[in-house]
């Protein structure tokens, strides 16, 4: 098998994170009606508590902590932490869904090149972060050589015409 330059290890995509909880039923109840999660089954010969989420390409493995008591959580919201994050299509939106379910959160703006990106931060109930953002505005650019990427469908189906469109220009010439 040929080496990937980049990809050593011929990685497709992520998979899953896996989460220890206080509480494997709140924290299905977190992830689906916060989050939209679906559960979906798990292997059954698994002999530990548990459950399996998926939605937007990725799963959730939550599983139940041995010792719940002695898990400690964060109160503070500092988005440097641990987290994960999802784009969503209106901050508006989710800025008004987390007021009506009385979620704390931490708002914060990143400007770059006048490109503005909102984030929210917020805790699931054992204190892992959160945070939901419109990151799809910021264009991800290689630091150097390597094929420009980004977080956007739009602009990734703007760059593969252009990388398209000179392919065809080149094979031409």
């Known amino acids: 098998m040929k080496e990937i330059a980049g990809n050593p290890l011929h990685l497709k995509s992520l998979n899953h994170i896996s989460l ?7 924290s299905i109840n977190f992830y689906t009606n ?5 559960p979906i089954r798990r ?13 937007y390409g990725i799963g959730i493995h939550l599983l139940q902590s041995e010792n719940p008591d002695n898990m400690t959580k964060k109160s503070e919201i500092n988005p440097k932490d641990n987290h994960i994050s ?6 508006g939106a989710v800025k008004k869904k987390l007021k ?8 914060q703006r990143v400007e770059e090149g006048g490109i ?3 984030q929210l ?3 699931d109930p054992d204190g892992f972060m959160i945070e939901i953002c419109n990151c799809d505005n910021l264009p991800v650019i290689p630091l150097a050589g390597e094929m420009i990427r980004s977080c956007s ?3 990734l189906d703007i760059i593969s015409q252009q990388q398209s469109t000179n392919f065809c220009s080149a094979v031409t010439q």
Not at 86 to 91: D, K, L, T
């Open 20 to 26: 220890v909880c206080r509480s494997v039923e709140e």
């Open 116 to 118: 503005y990106v909102d």
């Open 43 to 55: 292997p059954g010969s698994f002999d530990f508590d548990g459950a399996w989420l998926f939605n």
């Open 100 to 107: 009506e379910m009385e979620i704390v959160y931490k708002r």
């Open 121 to 123: 931060f917020f805790h």
């Open 86 to 91: 999802f784009q969503c299509e209106s901050m």
């Open 153 to 155: 469908r739009l602009n």
């Open 34 to 38: 916060v989050l939209g999660f679906v």
